[in-house]
Nanobody, 126 residues
Framework: QVQLVESGGGLVQAGGSLRLSCVAS????????MGWFRQAPGKDREFVAA????????FYADSVKGRFTISRDNAVKTVYLRMNSLKPEDTALYYC???????????????????WGRGTQVTVSS
Protein backbone atom coordinates (compact mmCIF):
# COMPACT_ATOMS: atom_id res chain seq x y z
CA GLN A 1 0.00 0.00 0.00
CA VAL A 2 1.35 3.40 -1.01
CA GLN A 3 0.92 6.50 1.08
CA LEU A 4 1.56 9.98 -0.27
CA VAL A 5 1.65 12.99 2.02
CA GLU A 6 1.78 16.51 0.62
CA SER A 7 2.96 19.61 2.44
CA GLY A 8 4.07 23.15 1.73
CA GLY A 9 0.81 24.79 0.74
CA GLY A 10 -0.34 28.10 2.15
CA LEU A 11 -1.46 31.63 1.46
CA VAL A 12 0.77 33.77 -0.74
CA GLN A 13 0.41 37.03 -2.62
CA ALA A 14 0.35 37.12 -6.40
CA GLY A 15 3.88 37.03 -7.74
CA GLY A 16 5.12 35.01 -4.79
CA SER A 17 6.54 31.51 -4.58
CA LEU A 18 5.87 28.24 -2.78
CA ARG A 19 7.48 24.82 -2.80
CA LEU A 20 5.27 21.79 -2.36
CA SER A 21 6.64 18.46 -1.18
CA CYS A 22 5.21 14.98 -1.35
CA VAL A 23 6.73 12.11 0.60
CA ALA A 24 5.97 8.55 -0.48
CA SER A 25 6.01 5.35 1.51
CA UNK A 26 5.19 1.81 0.54
CA UNK A 27 5.74 0.84 -3.09
CA UNK A 28 9.28 1.27 -4.38
CA UNK A 29 9.27 4.93 -5.24
CA UNK A 30 12.18 4.98 -7.62
CA UNK A 31 10.51 2.76 -10.21
CA UNK A 32 7.52 5.00 -10.91
CA UNK A 33 6.77 8.43 -12.33
CA MET A 34 5.23 11.08 -10.12
CA GLY A 35 2.78 13.82 -10.91
CA TRP A 36 1.07 16.88 -9.49
CA PHE A 37 -2.57 17.70 -10.16
CA ARG A 38 -4.80 20.45 -8.82
CA GLN A 39 -8.48 21.13 -8.32
CA ALA A 40 -9.97 24.56 -7.90
CA PRO A 41 -13.43 25.05 -6.36
CA GLY A 42 -16.12 24.20 -8.87
CA LYS A 43 -13.65 22.89 -11.42
CA ASP A 44 -12.37 19.50 -12.50
CA ARG A 45 -9.07 18.15 -11.31
CA GLU A 46 -6.37 18.99 -13.83
CA PHE A 47 -2.85 17.91 -14.65
CA VAL A 48 -0.08 20.27 -13.54
CA ALA A 49 3.25 18.49 -13.95
CA ALA A 50 4.91 15.08 -14.01
CA UNK A 51 8.36 13.59 -13.86
CA UNK A 52 9.75 10.25 -14.98
CA UNK A 53 11.19 7.77 -12.49
CA UNK A 54 14.76 8.88 -13.10
CA UNK A 55 13.89 12.55 -13.19
CA UNK A 56 15.28 12.78 -16.68
CA UNK A 57 12.08 14.03 -18.29
CA UNK A 58 9.47 16.46 -17.06
CA PHE A 59 6.09 17.50 -18.41
CA TYR A 60 3.99 20.57 -17.69
CA ALA A 61 0.57 21.98 -18.36
CA ASP A 62 0.74 25.01 -20.62
CA SER A 63 -0.72 27.16 -17.87
CA VAL A 64 2.28 26.59 -15.57
CA LYS A 65 5.12 26.10 -18.04
CA GLY A 66 7.99 28.43 -17.27
CA ARG A 67 6.70 29.17 -13.75
CA PHE A 68 6.57 25.75 -12.06
CA THR A 69 9.35 23.17 -11.74
CA ILE A 70 8.88 19.55 -10.75
CA SER A 71 11.78 17.58 -9.31
CA ARG A 72 12.36 14.47 -7.24
CA ASP A 73 14.83 13.04 -4.78
CA ASN A 74 14.65 9.26 -4.91
CA ALA A 75 16.93 8.88 -1.90
CA VAL A 76 14.25 10.39 0.33
CA LYS A 77 11.23 9.30 -1.75
CA THR A 78 10.10 12.88 -2.26
CA VAL A 79 8.77 14.83 -5.21
CA TYR A 80 8.71 18.62 -5.22
CA LEU A 81 6.82 21.32 -7.07
CA ARG A 82 8.47 24.70 -7.07
CA MET A 83 5.92 27.36 -7.96
CA ASN A 84 7.09 30.85 -8.91
CA SER A 85 5.21 33.91 -10.17
CA LEU A 86 2.01 32.61 -8.65
CA LYS A 87 -1.29 33.93 -9.93
CA PRO A 88 -4.74 33.98 -8.30
CA GLU A 89 -5.84 31.38 -10.85
CA ASP A 90 -3.29 28.97 -9.37
CA THR A 91 -5.46 28.78 -6.24
CA ALA A 92 -6.43 25.13 -5.78
CA LEU A 93 -5.99 21.98 -3.77
CA TYR A 94 -2.79 20.38 -5.04
CA TYR A 95 -2.43 16.60 -5.11
CA CYS A 96 0.57 14.44 -5.78
CA UNK A 97 0.13 11.13 -7.50
CA UNK A 98 2.21 8.02 -8.12
CA UNK A 99 2.25 6.69 -11.65
CA UNK A 100 1.14 3.21 -12.51
CA UNK A 101 3.50 2.56 -15.43
CA UNK A 102 7.26 2.45 -15.09
CA UNK A 103 7.59 3.33 -18.78
CA UNK A 104 5.82 6.64 -18.42
CA UNK A 105 6.02 8.98 -21.41
CA UNK A 106 4.09 12.04 -20.40
CA UNK A 107 0.48 10.89 -20.20
CA UNK A 108 -1.74 13.39 -18.39
CA UNK A 109 -4.84 11.34 -17.75
CA UNK A 110 -5.86 10.20 -14.29
CA UNK A 111 -5.63 6.54 -15.26
CA UNK A 112 -1.87 6.88 -15.60
CA UNK A 113 -1.66 7.52 -11.86
CA UNK A 114 -3.09 5.08 -9.36
CA UNK A 115 -2.17 6.40 -5.91
CA TRP A 116 -3.09 9.84 -4.63
CA GLY A 117 -2.35 12.02 -1.64
CA ARG A 118 -4.98 13.99 0.22
CA GLY A 119 -3.80 17.34 -1.08
CA THR A 120 -2.38 20.61 0.19
CA GLN A 121 -4.18 23.93 -0.26
CA VAL A 122 -2.56 26.76 -2.19
CA THR A 123 -4.26 30.14 -2.07
CA VAL A 124 -2.94 33.08 -4.07
CA SER A 125 -4.30 36.49 -3.20
CA SER A 126 -4.42 39.34 -5.70
Amino acid sequence: QVQLVESGGGLVQAGGSLRLSCVASGRTFIYYPMGWFRQAPGKDREFVAAITRSGGSTFYADSVKGRFTISRDNAVKTVYLRMNSLKPEDTALYYCALGSNTNYSGQRDFDSFDSWGRGTQVTVSS
